[in-house]
């Protein structure tokens, strides 16, 4: 049997509002193994830093069980479980120097001050802030500042590190730049790593595995390539990148997960079905990325053998430096976007509004979810 | 614009000078003179006062310091934890309720307030009485006309003092870096000493401050309560300008009680630079 670095069973959390109860995080059950960075992404309030309160032990879960390397969390207070927390605000003593900061976990595990004063040294190398151990963190930039709390955290050796939108409050220059630096610095110290985060496009480039939540719910968990081209729901699809939603209708499942679905306008396709999808007939929404729409001018037989291909017009053209973005209108009140690369001038302007086109993409670009 | 600055403060500036600076220099002047009749002042000038203050007066003078410095100190230590307690309520309706609580008493005249503790501690008062029918004392204790008295009017009286301002600072304080120190692995008793404290160290040392110097000048609380045994050097400079007195005399502890006074504040304005330059 496997041991995971985290493993969260059915843990549920709630607090109290104004007299009512607020459940803040409703039956999560994940297992997070050794070595991985892990991205908790949902919008604000969808209870993903509370997760990660309840594993740091700041919280408590009103049911439900918590394991850290196999280790059961109940009873055990913050102080004694091997992760530590980056705050979003990086919570770094304001009374202290920098060098104390670091210093500081280390001394509550005994650690000579000598020792601890080498260690918090190095530390700092590893961020790549050598040299300012002296100084107090308001003297800091925000990057800088970033760069101590993680010092400070990593010096500890965490079994697993969590992190608290760590990012968020830098500019976003700096949050690029400091993303490749947190993926480059995990891959070298080896450390688990969840990572809370309300940026898709951060959770994508950086996490191994991704897990979505809204309103307290652990909606699926996957690679970012599983979670972006799959998504299991409505929500998801909508609140990661930009989708396209075709209301349809399911008429029949086809085996190797495709089914045939109709559109308003009565036009049957072939889609691709969400591994969650519950309908086995009946309305459902049929997903699709702008990117993944081709266009040709109609007429002209550039959908090839199985793709599928539907007449449309074009409403509005955008161009947006790298991609032209196109909306086009496939039924009386269903419109489509549509980003095509800019690799060639002539593409740019290749059609005008107005234009009858025909738009083309394979069934494996489209996702069918529950209405 | 400097010059209008300086035209605004005018009217406290020459207050200042005809009703602190010019009264202090005179009695500054007055300690160092002789005793004329009826305690009044008159030359030559002579040092006697100031060898009596630190002479038979001194014993006066370091239990007005003693005291003083352990009502501080009792004041901290049940004022503490209250502010702490207030300042950390959720709703903001209790939080409003219980300071109001704290400065309730300031309602009620502060005589009054002194002499109801003297029918609680009396031989047969209020706390004896209650000792005694419980049959946990045979006899009643003496409270009354000690400096314990005097100690506990002058907690009672000056705790708010230390609340208010220990409250300020808990309020401002960021419940984060409790989280942080926990998180670093520090138990709950760490967190308070390294992190918690020294946070909220501007609102001890104020709220000290505000204990301490009216406790060492205070006079209505051990007139009231101390007796013989609980004189302080507030009663001392009171009897020195009633009746038959020694206005030098009074003026010499005055200057004396004053330095006492500069000298803590001093450590009071020391303690917190260091704090905020460290």
């Known amino acids: 049997m496997t041991t995971f670095d985290v493993e969260l069973k059915d843990i549920v959390k709630e607090f109290e509002s104004g007299g009512g109860r607020v459940r803040a995080v409703d039956h999560v059950s994940v297992q997070i193994e050794d070595g991985e960075f892990f991205a908790l992404l949902g919008p604000s309030g969808c209870g993903k830093t509370t997760t990660l309160r309840l594993i740091a032990g700041f919280e408590q879960p009103t049911a439900g069980r918590i394991l850290i390397r196999g280790r059961a969390m109940e009873g055990i207070p913050a102080y004694h479980r091997p992760v530590n927390t980056v705050f979003q605000d990086y919570a770094l003593f304001p009374h202290l120097t920098v060098e104390q900061n670091i210093m500081f976990g280390l001394q509550m595990e005994g650690v ?30 925000g990057g800088q500042q970033q760069r101590v709390a993680l010092a400070r955290a990593l010096v500890k050796q965490p079994a697993v590190l969590l992190l608290d939108e760590p990012l968020g409050a830098l500019d976003l220059k700096l949050r690029k730049n400091m993303q490749f630096e947190l993926k480059a610095l995990q891959r070298d110290v080896g450390i688990t790593f969840i990572y809370v985060t309300h940026d898709q496009e951060e959770a994508i480039t950086m996490a191994d595995r991704i897990a979505v939540m809204n309103d307290g719910v652990m909606l699926q968990v996957g690679t970012p390539k599983e979670i972006y081209e799959r998504p299991g729901t409505h929500f998801i699809a909508d609140f990661i990148g930009e989708t396209n939603f075709i209301p349809a209708t399911l008429k029949s499942r086809e085996p190797m997960g495709f089914g045939q679905v109709e559109l308003l ?91 009858s086109v025909t738009l083309y993409w394979h069934p494996s670009s489209t996702t069918v979810l529950d209405h | 614009m400097r010059q209008n600055g300086f035209l605004l403060a005018l009217p406290t500036i020459a207050w200042l000078v005809v009703f602190f600076v010019l009264p202090l220099v005179i009695v500054l002047v007055v300690s160092f003179m002789s005793r004329g009749r009826g305690g009044v002042a008159e030359l030559p000038f002579t040092p006697a006062h100031y060898e009596r203050a630190f002479g038979i007066f001194s014993i006066i003078l ?144 104020a709220g000290c401050a505000l204990v301490f110097i009216p406790s060492v000048g205070a006079f209505v609380t051990p007139d009231l309560l101390g007796g013989t045994k609980g004189l302080m050097i507030g009663n001392l400079i009171n009897n020195q300008f009633g009746g038959s007195g020694n206005m030098p005399l009074g003026s010499a502890l005055s200057i004396v009680m004053m330095a006492v006074v500069m000298l803590s504040l001093l450590v009071y304005v020391f303690a917190n630079r260091r704090d905020a330059g460290a």
Request: charged residues 20%.
């Open chain 1, 112 to 141: 000579h001050k000598r020792e601890a004063r080498k260690l918090a040294a190095e530390a700092l190398e590893k961020v790549r802030l050598p040299g300012v151990g002296r100084r107090k963190p308001h003297q800091l930039s």
């Open chain 1, 265 to 355: 306008d009565g036009t049957h396709i072939c889609a691709a079905l969400s591994n969650t999808l519950a309908a086995t007939r009946g309305p459902v929404t049929v997903a699709i990325r702008p990117e993944r729409i081709g266009i040709a001018a109609k007429g002209t037989a550039q959908a090839a053998g199985e793709e599928t291909a539907l007449d449309a017009i074009l409403v509005d053209s955008q161009y947006i430096g790298t991609d032209t973005r196109y909306t086009l209108r496939i039924a009386d009140s269903v419109d489509l976007v549509a980003r095509v690369q800019n690799v060639d001038d002539r593409k740019a302007d290749a059609f005008a509004i107005g234009q």
């Open chain 2, 62 to 205: 370091w239990r007005s310091i003693g005291l003083a410095g352990l009502t501080t100190v009792v004041c901290l230590v049940v004022g503490y934890p209250l502010a702490f307690f207030i300042s950390t309520r959720r709703r903001r309706l209790v939080q409003q309720i219980a300071l109001f609580l704290v400065i309730l008493p300031f309602w009620t005249n502060f005589l009054i307030r002194t002499y109801a503790w003297r029918i609680l501690l009396g031989e047969q008062g209020t706390i004896n009485g209650l000792l005694l029918s419980l049959g946990m004392i045979d006899e009643p204790l003496t409270m009354l006309n000690t400096q314990f008295a005097v100690l506990v009017g002058l907690v009672y009286g000056f705790l708010p003092f230390m609340v208010l301002p220990i409250y300020a600072s808990v309020e401002r304080f960021n419940f984060r870096y409790v989280d942080a120190a926990n998180d670093l692995g520090a138990n709950d008793v760490r967190t308070f000493m390294r992190v918690v404290l020294p946070l909220t160290l501007p609102g001890v040392l």
